[in-house]
């Protein structure tokens, strides 16, 4: 089965959106679906720890803790 392509193109811009790549990605984690991230535009800004660690989607996790459990799961996350 091909793997999941998970894009997201907002940042500080729309925290709840930017947040919905990576909790996507994270339920991915532990089945047999493989997914990978894609940063686009002002998504590749998330790529930086401080911007990262100023989102927080409404409803979901701080978007830095997703990210650690993204990347400690070796999800690739394209920038």
């Known amino acids: 089965m091909a793997p999941i ?19 996507t990605a994270a339920g991915c984690i532990g089945t047999d679906r493989a997914c990978r991230v894609v940063l686009i535009g002002e998504g590749a800004s998330l790529a930086r720890k401080e911007t990262a660690a100023a989102v927080h989607g409404v409803g979901f996790p701080p978007l830095s803790e997703l990210i650690e459990k993204v ?9």
């Open 5 to 23: 392509l998970i894009a997201t193109t907002h940042a500080t811009d729309d925290p709840t959106k930017a947040s919905l790549a990576f909790v």
């Open 71 to 79: 990347v400690t799961a070796k999800v690739p996350v394209f920038v």
